[in-house]
């Protein structure tokens, strides 16, 4: 996988050497030798991973970390601290800076890689929710929401797998004071918890009794439930091998035995802080979605959904031999509604019709609104005789029961005009079924209005 990573180191040396090592798995290096000048390159060019070194004059590297991540334009870049420091203490003040891992010197090599490589599909996946949820002219709205999202590291919900009980019952008391955890000893059993429940991080044991703390990590992300939820594995002195294979699983961090509380709190904290991140995006790029496809006054489907649906329903039916029908419905003197009682009250009378035409579909019926005052029902499996009932039974409903205009009780009655069309011939398409269906229903306003007619008529 390329990415573009960034050395931050003030000895060339071992600028020189990570950089080579980089550059032979084909990553994109930049370099900076001091802290202002790896600013200036995050804020001007795209850097998708930090390699930071702690200790260099001036600025060092726990202050770069803290501006980066303070910064909405850079604080998704993920940074890895790298430092001759091996104290616990050293650990836990980069993650407080917002550090997203550590690599210790002299750095080995699979180390190296395997964490860039975790962290550069991370870049990529955040980059791409990122450029969805929102277009450039919003982008500022967004990063001030993703900041008061991200405010908030505490009220997680937390299961940790693990068959020491001492240890396990430590962390549980460790955790206790921001999080909430679920402590489980059989693996199986917590995956049927994972299953069942909503949690906002698992940690799992590699030293499982009987059991292969690995397996339950394949496990976990094969759930597409869990697919996203963070997984912090808990690792022996000497396993690095299966620490390796972890990430290379899907594993998010790691905690080595004997466990610091501290380094635990912190880790748990910039994981949670994470999901919750990725959690807005993704759900920011649901509702562009949503929006992209949805009439926002009615709640219907819009034009553009209608007219890409409709188009894969008729190949379907076409290729399936199966029945298929088009109802267009249109408010008969909409514009004497608006000019009489105001726009404000067109858009109530759009909305009730909206909610008429629903409660008279199917679930399978797809309901959208065309523009204006003009909807259309697209009828899976459903032939013209059929679909006329149902054009009937929406233009008796319409003008059978009164629109209630104001909160006072005034009503108006509403008509509506229904135009229905069917599959009907091997060459039919979309425009040539919606064609017809708007042709019936010109022809039920030139003969009255308030009625139904089908092409077949």
């Given at each position: 996988?390329?990415?573009?990573?960034?050395?931050?180191?003030?000895?060339?040396?071992?600028?020189?050497?990570?950089?080579?090592?980089?550059?032979?798995?084909?990553?994109?290096?930049?370099?900076?030798?001091?802290?202002?000048?790896?600013?200036?390159?995050?804020?001007?060019?795209?850097?998708?991973?930090?390699?930071?070194?702690?200790?260099?004059?001036?600025?060092?590297?726990?202050?770069?970390?803290?501006?980066?991540?303070?910064?909405?334009?850079?604080?998704?870049?993920?940074?890895?601290?790298?430092?001759?420091?091996?104290?616990?203490?050293?650990?836990?003040?980069?993650?407080?800076?917002?550090?997203?891992?550590?690599?210790?010197?002299?750095?080995?090599?699979?180390a190296l890689i395997t964490r860039v490589r975790n962290f550069?599909?991370?870049?990529?996946?955040?980059?791409?929710?990122?450029?969805?949820?929102?277009?450039?002219?919003?982008?500022?709205?967004?990063?001030?929401?993703?900041?008061?999202?991200?405010?908030?590291?505490?009220?997680?919900?937390?299961?940790?797998?693990?068959?020491?009980?001492?240890?396990?019952?430590?962390?549980?008391?460790?955790?206790?004071?921001?999080?909430?955890?679920?402590?489980?000893?059989?693996?199986?059993?917590?995956?049927?918890?994972?299953?069942?429940?909503?949690?906002?991080?698992?940690?799992?044991?590699?030293?499982?009794?009987?059991?292969?703390?690995?397996?339950?990590?394949?496990?976990?992300?094969?759930?597409?439930?869990?697919?996203?939820?963070?997984?912090?594995?808990?690792?022996?002195?000497?396993?690095?091998?299966?620490?390796?294979?972890?990430?290379?699983?899907?594993?998010?961090?790691?905690?080595?035995?004997?466990?610091?509380?501290?380094?635990?709190?912190?880790?748990?904290?910039?994981?949670?802080?994470?999901?919750?991140?990725?959690?807005?995006?993704?759900?920011?790029?649901?509702?562009?979605?949503?929006?992209?496809?949805?009439?926002?006054?009615?709640?219907?489907?819009?034009?553009?959904?209608?007219?890409?649906?409709?188009?894969?329903?008729?190949?379907?039916?076409?290729?399936?031999?199966?029945?298929?029908?088009m109802l267009v419905a249109d408010i008969d003197h909409f514009?004497?509604?608006?000019?009489?009682?105001?726009?404000?009250?067109?858009?109530?009378?759009?909305?009730?019709?909206?909610?008429?035409?629903?409660?008279?579909?199917?679930?399978?019926?797809?309901?959208?609104?065309?523009?204006?005052?003009?909807?259309?029902?697209?009828?899976?499996?459903?032939?013209?005789?059929?679909?006329?009932?149902?054009?009937?039974?929406?233009?008796?409903?319409?003008?059978?029961?009164?629109?209630?205009?104001?909160?006072?009780?005034?009503?108006?009655?509403?008509?509506?005009?229904?135009?229905?069309?069917?599959?009907?011939?091997?060459?039919?398409?979309?425009?040539?079924?919606?064609?017809?269906?708007?042709?019936?229903?010109?022809?039920?306003?030139?003969?009255?209005?308030?009625?139904?007619?089908?092409?077949?008529?």
């Amino acid at each position: 996988m390329t990415a573009r990573v960034l050395v931050v180191d003030d000895i060339l040396a071992n600028v020189k050497l990570l950089e080579a090592r980089l550059s032979a798995e084909y990553f994109e290096v930049l370099t900076a030798s001091n802290g202002p000048d790896a600013l200036e390159i995050c804020a001007r060019e795209r850097a998708d991973i930090v390699l930071l070194d702690v200790m260099m004059p001036g600025m060092d590297g726990f202050e770069v970390c803290r501006r980066l991540k303070s910064n909405p334009r850079t604080q998704h870049i993920p940074v890895i601290m790298v430092t001759a420091l091996d104290q616990t203490s050293d650990r836990v003040q980069g993650l407080e800076a917002g550090a997203d891992d550590f690599l210790t010197k002299p750095v080995d090599d699979i180390a190296l890689i395997t964490r860039v490589r975790n962290f550069a599909r991370l870049k990529t996946l955040t980059d791409e929710m990122r450029m969805r949820a929102n277009t450039g002219e919003q982008m500022g709205l967004l990063e001030a929401m993703q900041q008061k999202h991200q405010a908030s590291t505490e009220g997680g919900r937390l299961l940790i797998v693990d068959d020491h009980p001492r240890s396990a019952q430590r962390m549980v008391e460790a955790l206790e004071k921001e999080h909430t955890s679920h402590l489980e000893a059989d693996p199986q059993v917590a995956l049927q918890r994972l299953i069942a429940g909503q949690f906002d991080l698992v940690m799992v044991s590699l030293s499982l009794e009987g059991s292969d703390g690995l397996r339950l990590c394949s496990q976990i992300r094969a759930l597409d439930k869990h697919r996203h939820t963070p997984i912090v594995v808990l690792v022996e002195p000497g396993a690095e091998a299966r620490l390796l294979r972890g990430l290379d699983l899907g594993v998010n961090d790691y905690l080595m035995r004997p466990i610091d509380r501290n380094e635990m709190l912190a880790r748990v904290r910039t994981q949670i802080r994470r999901r919750r991140y990725t959690d807005f995006l993704r759900n920011r790029l649901e509702q562009s979605v949503e929006a992209a496809v949805t009439d926002p006054l009615t709640g219907l489907h819009n034009r553009r959904y209608m007219e890409s649906h409709l188009r894969t329903l008729v190949e379907e039916s076409l290729h399936k031999g199966r029945a298929l029908s088009m109802l267009v419905a249109d408010i008969d003197h909409f514009k004497q509604v608006n000019d009489r009682f105001g726009h404000d009250v067109g858009d109530v009378v759009l909305r009730e019709f909206a909610a008429r035409l629903k409660r008279n579909t199917r679930g399978i019926d797809l309901a959208c609104r065309m523009g204006g005052e003009e909807f259309v029902v697209i009828m899976p499996d459903t032939d013209i005789e059929k679909a006329c009932r149902v054009g009937e039974r929406l233009r008796s409903g319409t003008a059978g029961e009164l629109f209630k205009i104001s909160q006072g009780g005034e009503s108006i009655t509403v008509t509506a005009s229904v135009g229905v069309a069917s599959l009907e011939m091997a060459n039919d398409t979309s425009e040539t079924i919606f064609k017809r269906a708007d042709q019936a229903l010109y022809s039920a306003k030139r003969t009255g209005r308030n009625k139904v007619v089908s092409d077949a008529a």
